[in-house]
């Protein structure tokens, strides 16, 4: 029985808690009604009813609006409010209890008073949303159950296209105690609509009893629980339960020609090409931003996208350079947009390949070139992390296994940095452990187009590094003894798509579809690699057959030479910097500290035989 008054909930809602039959969903429901105090309170199911109810209200409560296209909606989010607010998410630890400096964290206890009080009649006046949804395809080995209660349409509605539904899921689990939950609130709003009180923002991880309780905010990162506030906690469980959560896309590989497919996990920091990577053309994508990896059967490592959608950057979304997913932003289906610029009913983004608007409506509210926020800097016409949120089968390319419960076999893993002046654009580990090296050292650099200095460097390794919510060194040693459990472990590789020559890119935005094809070649054997203190390159003449057979084009040996010369002293560089950065956390294993030396040691070698700091790939030998 649930213990609610009446008043608020209708006995629809009451009979839907009721077939789950689960007293832990009953008394999380019971307490976050009493701190929340919404005025009413709607249970939704799996049922097209239930999300046409979601759909609809997300309307007509304002927090969408419906544009020209059929099934196309935009919602905008408060001016504070536009990315993933770090300074005030939080981990919960008990006294005691350390995790990596770069994660803000809290002694439990205060938190938790802390963050109740905040969320105290939070909902008054308000309808309070309870759904629930499955992270990972049903019925799978994968699967983890999620509890949602939230005070936002949007957010129900972002949930319902990103995620698998899970109210009957929810009916026939076993275990009744295991799932994550996740309390949400706008909090108090302002005349737009958005949420009001920036200084209360609160986003509390709370490890011990796996949930995530936010306030204040409306921008999907830190409201929508089953995305990035999910990560966290399944980095925690798959640490207790030897599996990992990683910040990865999942996608096949097609080779023309071939008739096979071969799976790759890729890890890219913000702007370094992680969802253009998996929409390559030709290719086809089973996620594009979270899987879980566990070894199944036979020692294969399988993967699985832990969501259905994509929570997609819009800007630079153009029939050239992303035909696959501007076709479907430009044609009828569900589709909910963030943050871009409302003209007339028609949705308008940065570098969408056509001139924009002058005026509209955008996440100020009325918009003109020129236009001021309230910090006094010039706004575009929509913002930089504008977004769109689309089902992947709505795509032409979705991947067939996309949905399978038992996932895809993963081949090869890809880390995907940012440099101007260091990797070449593909390089391949040696071995497991030189890969998790590769993946570890993962930096991006800023550029022009974001505030700051450009050319800073930051450390992101596995890309992951906002997630990590356990110590630092016990994920890194997670990693590195992941390898034992596989019969044969996924090649590694590091990709770079941003070396730069007097200020230019050295390569075309599409090249990538070329290393894709040459790791995956890899894989099966069909290419010999030249050795090189930092790992296994290209040869030349593969290449050249394969901007040859892909593009029609011509790729000389001049091109070659400046995107694969190995740049000894600015590896050096990465390696101090990034020793630095892991010699200040406990634990790290030594079997990976020692990488360190051991690449430094090839690079000075290198230095030493060839008696200079940067050596062309002509000079060095090929093998297997
Ligand atoms: C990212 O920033 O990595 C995203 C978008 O995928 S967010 O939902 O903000 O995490
Ligand atoms: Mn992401």
């Known amino acids: ?243 990992l959560a990683e910040h990865m896309f999942v996608m096949g590989i097609h080779p023309q020609g071939k008739n096979r497919v071969t799976y790759f996990t890729g890890a890219f920091p913000s702007a370094c090409g992680k969802t253009s990577t998996a929409m390559v053309p030709g290719q086809t994508v089973v996620g594009d931003d979270i899987a879980y990896i566990k070894v199944m059967k036979g020692g294969i490592p399988r993967a699985v996208n832990v969501e259905q959608g994509i929570f997609g950057i819009i800007q630079d979304v153009n029939p050239d350079d992303d035909p696959v997913i501007y076709q479907s932003l430009t044609t009828p289906r569900e589709v909910i947009f963030s943050n871009v610029l409302n003209k007339d009913g028609k949705a308008y983004w940065l570098a969408m390949g056509q001139d924009l608007p002058k005026d509209g409506e955008n996440y100020i509210g009325q918009w003109k070139e020129g236009a001021k926020g309230p910090d006094g800097k010039e706004v575009p016409a929509a913002h930089k992390n504008a977004r769109y949120t689309i089902r992947i089968n709505e795509l032409d390319n979705s991947d067939e296994n996309a949905d399978a419960p038992e996932g895809v076999p993963v081949e090869g893993i890809i880390y995907g940095g940012r440099d101007s002046d260091t990797s070449p654009p593909v390089v391949e580990a040696r071995d497991w452990k030189h890969g998790v090296f590769m993946g570890a050292t993962l930096e991006s650099e800023t550029t022009t187009a974001t505030l700051g200095k450009a050319g800073v460097r930051t450390h992101d390794p596995m890309a992951n590094l906002d997630f990590i919510v356990i110590p630092f060194g016990s994920y890194i040693k997670k990693h590195m003894d992941f390898e034992k459990q596989m019969k044969n472990p996924p090649k590694i590789f590091r990709t770079n798509y941003f070396l730069k020559e007097n200020g230019k890119f050295l390569n075309e935005k599409l090249d990538k579809k070329v290393w894709l094809l040459w790791v995956e070649g890899r894989v099966h054997g069909d290419y010999e690699a030249i050795a090189t203190p930092i790992g296994l390159i290209p040869k030349y003449d593969d290449l050249r057959d394969l901007f040859q057979e892909t593009f029609g084009r011509e790729y000389s040996k001049e091109d070659y030479e400046k995107q694969f010369t190995l740049r000894c002293a600015n590896f050096i560089q990465r390696i101090d910097r990034v020793e630095s950065v892991f010699k200040q956390e406990p634990d790290v294993p030594e079997n990976f500290l020692k990488q360190f030396d051991r690449q430094r040691e090839f690079l000075n070698k290198a230095i030493q035989d060839f008696g200079k700091e940067t050596i062309s790939p002509f000079e060095l030998a090929p093998c297997k």
């Open 1 to 243: 029985m649930i213990k609610i008054d009446k008043q608020i909930i209708d006995e629809k809602s009451v009979q839907k808690l009721l077939a789950l039959n689960n007293d832990k969903v009953n008394r999380v429901i019971e307490e976050f009604v009493g701190r929340c105090k919404p005025a009413k309170i709607t249970v939704i199911t799996d049922t097209k009813e239930d999300m046409e109810y979601v759909r609809s209200g997300a309307v007509e409560k304002g927090e969408e609006k419906s544009l020209k296209m059929q099934g196309h909606t935009i919602h905008f989010d408060g001016y504070s409010d536009q990315a993933r607010d770090k300074d005030r998410t939080c981990v919960l630890l008990e006294p005691g209890e350390k995790i990596t400096k770069a994660i803000n964290t809290i002694e439990r206890k205060a938190g938790l008073e802390e963050i109740y009080g905040v969320m105290d009649g939070c909902m008054k006046g308000k309808e309070l949303l309870i759904s629930f949804f499955c992270l990972g395809p049903k019925d799978s080995p994968f699967s983890l159950l999620a509890l949602q209660l939230t005070d936002s349409y949007y957010v129900t509605h972002s949930e319902i296209i990103l995620y698998r539904p899970g109210y009957e899921q929810f009916k026939k689990m076993k275990d009744k105690e295991s799932f994550f939950y996740f309390v949400h609130s706008a909090g108090e709003l302002d005349a737009r609509g958005n949420s009001k009180n920036v200084d209360k923002r609160r986003i509390y991880v709370d490890l011990k009893e796996e949930r995530v309780l936010t306030i204040n905010n409306q921008y999907a990162g830190n409201s929508v629980g089953l995305k990035k506030l999910a990560l966290r906690l399944a980095i925690h469980k798959a640490y207790k339960e030897d599996w």
